[in-house]
């Protein structure tokens, strides 16, 4: 997958005061699977802000690894995460929830819909 620019909406304050329409080019930038438990998966970084866009496959599951401090957001399909000191969990769409298990055994992650999943990762950089 390579690095793609997109041009999005940017709400601006204008010079005179008032919010206005503007545009910005998010630049993102592929992840490599193997730093995040192997598994095929397509996933970008918006580069100068801390979110990440990650899709998983139907299928896709990946083995433990350790994570970063982060937000996930369950865009679509529903995920299966799995600790090693704990039971799975699984999330759908609007689900968040936050992982600090930067210093723990880690985590897996498990695409259990046939569509795929979407998800949107905060506080993270890939």
Known sequence: MAEQTRVVPRAIAS?????????????????????????????????????????????????????????IFVMKGRVEFELTGGEPKILGPGDVAVFEDVGGGGHKATALDGDGVVLAVGGAIY
């Open 15 to 71: 010079e005179d005061g008032e919010s206005r329409w503007g545009t910005d080019e998010l630049t993102l930038v592929p992840v490599d699977p193997k730093d995040h438990g192997g598994g095929a998966f397509a996933g970008h970084s918006f580069g100068q802000y801390e979110l990440s866009y990650v899709e998983f496959p139907p299928g896709f599951t990946c083995d433990f690894h350790q994570g970063i401090r982060s937000v």
